[in-house]
């Protein structure tokens, strides 16, 4: 390599330079090292040479690392004098941010280029402020150089977006980028849930069969984008799914029955939710939770509901007021091994209770509900909760029974009533929450009738391949 490079198609941006080790600041609240991957990377630079150079910019005359902590500190210990480094030219950049600043104040841009327009512009930002992206601090240190909080506060504060929709973006124009040229002038192009949704596909060959199939129509709606993946109908208990009863109200269950949602006194045999209540003031909202649950429950019916573990004993208080108390399960996000050594933020406490008179059997429950662990990232668990809501619906309600979630949000346990074949009713005061879940359940009845269609298409190629023996 040259002792000084021009990068391709962004020669005006971007410059590969060799920089004195010594001579880059690394900013204070830069996310701790990981030891174990300096030291791969130190063998593997040793071996094989460093592939992939740290990127740099420059402020006040001063290289300031963007990103390349690890690669940088394995050179150190390597001994290397200097490092090649992409060095950002920030002119460059703050031209182009003011441009996308422009286009995006612009009504006339679509979803999608929206989305791609933000996801670069969030890319640029922490270019330029480095220390804004997740990791660091974002507290700023007396001795840095630059101090900027994260892109999503910054730009929901401008333009008066929430911090969900600005990552919602962000995510589509990341994910979705690449396929630009499918996207721009398809049906897609203005249909944000939709996008959001092939967003959500993890494997980028499956992305782009997703959106294959849809353009050429070889999937009938954008419902079915999940059907593209076989995971998504393989061994779906589609029989159930299409004679499921599931109902949502936009409505606060406070106001029941004074409005538009009538839910009779005495008629729920299950009253099942996992509302997201977390701040101090959520407790009036248990404490209105608990009459009503004691007018909607049949007698003998049960209430299941699941808590922070820091609001189980008033939570409890105010249903012994109303409710009779039968059992308190654990919830485990994390696999065993991490829950020895980090139990207490690891639970959440599930509260079982029943009105009177005595339901006459003692429902054994197990003590501890384990959830599934389905990705690691960055050390991090992503867990599923519905393994906890689908054990106990088989546990305390049938087929004919009638479940109520009165704080559905975005319909995860009436999803799990729906896989059982269940009656089951939402309430959550949310639109935007009652619309995602209504779409939830279009989708699982789509992949349903999907899976149907293959059963038969399987069983007829058996039928005729046995009669032509």
């Known amino acids: 390599m040259s002792e000084k490079q021009q990068s391709g198609s962004k020669k005006d941006e971007i410059q590969i330079q060799y920089v004195n080790i010594n001579s880059i600041h690394v900013p204070e609240n830069r996310r701790k090292l990981n030891e174990e991957i300096v030291k791969e990377l130190q063998a593997s630079i040793r071996d094989v040479g460093l592939l992939s150079p740290i990127n740099v910019t420059q402020k006040n005359g001063t290289i300031i690392l963007s ?53 670069r512009r969030k890319e640029i930002y922490e270019l ?38 600005v990552e919602y973006q962000v995510k589509v124009g990341k994910a979705l980028g690449p396929f630009a ?17 092939l967003s959500r596909v993890k494997d980028d060959r499956q992305r782009e ?58 008629s729920v045999d299950l009253l099942i939710s996992d509302p997201d209540w977390i701040s101090k003031n959520a407790l009036s909202n248990w404490e209105e939770l608990a009459p009503f649950a004691r007018r909607v429950l049949r007698p003998r019916a049960f209430a299941i509901v699941f808590l922070q573990s820091r609001f189980l004993r008033p939570v409890m208080q105010a249903l012994d007021e109303k409710l009779h108390y039968h059992w308190t399960c654990c919830g485990l996000s994390h696999d065993d091994e991490e829950v020895r050594s980090n139990f207490r933020s690891n639970w959440r406490p599930i509260l079982i209770y029943y009105k009177g008179p005595h339901p006459g059997k003692h429902l054994l429950v197990d003590d501890v509900l384990r959830t599934n662990v389905t990705s690691r990232r960055e050390g991090k668990s992503e867990t599923r909760i519905e393994a906890s809501y689908s054990y106990l619906l088989k546990k305390f309600a049938t087929k004919e029974s009638m479940i109520l979630d009165p704080v559905c949000g975005d319909g995860a346990i009436l999803i799990e009533a729906a896989k ?31 899976a149907k269609n293959k059963e038969k298409k399987r069983t007829s190629k058996s039928g005729s391949a046995k009669s032509s023996e």
């Open 67 to 119: 990103a390349g902590d690890h690669r940088l500190e394995a050179c150190r210990r390597l001994g290397w004098e200097k490092i090649p480094a992409i060095v950002l030219n920030l002119d460059s950049l703050n031209l182009e941010a003011a441009a996308l600043d422009e286009n995006l104040v612009r009504a006339e841009l679509s979803d999608f280029e929206r989305s791609i327009t933000l996801a």
């Open 128 to 165: 330029l402020h480095p220390e804004s992206k997740k990791g660091g601090t974002r507290r700023p240190k007396p001795n840095d150089l630059v101090s900027a909080p994260p892109f999503t506060k910054v730009h929901s504060a401008r333009t008066g977006e929430t911090k969900s929709e």
């Open 420 to 450: 059982l074949g269940m009656k089951a009713k939402g309430i959550d005061r949310y639109k935007a929450r009652c619309d995602r879940a209504e779409k939830l359940f279009e989708v699982l009845k789509s992949n349903a009738l999907v």
């Open 209 to 266: 069969a997703a959106i294959d199939s849809i353009l050429t129509k070889k999937a009938g709606s954008v419902a079915e984008i999940e059907n593209v993946i076989p995971a998504a109908w393989e061994n779906l208990p589609w029989q159930e799914i299409l004679v499921a009863d599931i109902k949502i109200y936009n409505d606060d269950f406070k106001s029941v029955n004074r409005g538009r949602t009538v839910i009779p006194p005495n």
């Open 181 to 197: 040229e499918k996207i721009r002038g398809s049906t897609l192009e203005n249909k944000f849930v939709d996008l959001l949704k």
